[in-house]
């Protein structure tokens, strides 16, 4: 994803092969290496996650927009995150990335919509995957503790099941909007 030319090939080969561009679904997602205090995180780790979940996704929804500009309409989304407004110290370049991402939907959701291009923001809480198989025991004893209202880890099919309403155009009037799929992580509450 953070290559210009990985990207290229990419939309090259799909208008090859299809004749049209329905959907794009930025899923690109890395965690860093190896979780550090934001006061040892290394440039390099801020250049990857930079590279891959922001990056990435911002200039290949360009190549993608530009080709749904010319055929009269589409949708895009992108698989964001809880940790683009929460802070976890031990990776600060995720959060960043993430937080830079869901400004990066806002932008395009802005200039797209009168086109006919709907843009949509899906915000994943813990999903069990293997970005978190390292701590995901740690995860489950704190939604059993309350921190998930729904006390429960989130799975992929969660994710896909919002993917798949916006691809069946169910929320076609609903361009720029978050999708929070965190099991009630976003509720505050007293």
Sequence with gaps: MSSSADREALIRHARERFSRLDLLVNNAGAAPRERRDILDATEESFDELIGVN??????????????????????????TSISSYTASVNRAEYCLSKAA?????????????????????????????????????????????????QRRLGEGSDVAKAVRAIADGLLDYATGQIINIDGGFHLRSL
Excluded: C, N
């Design 101 to 149: 991402l869901s400004m990066s939907v806002a932008l395009y959701a802005e200039r797209l919509a009168a086109s006919g291009i709907q843009v949509f923001e899906i915000r994943p809480g813990i999903i069990r995957t293997d970005m978190i198989a390292a701590v995901e025991k740690s995860y489950e004893e704190r939604i059993a503790g309350g921190l998930v209202p």
């Design 54 to 79: 922001l990056k990435g996704p911002h200039f290949l929804t360009q190549l993608a927009a530009r080709w749904m500009l010319e055929q009269g309409g589409g949708r895009i989304v992108f698989i």
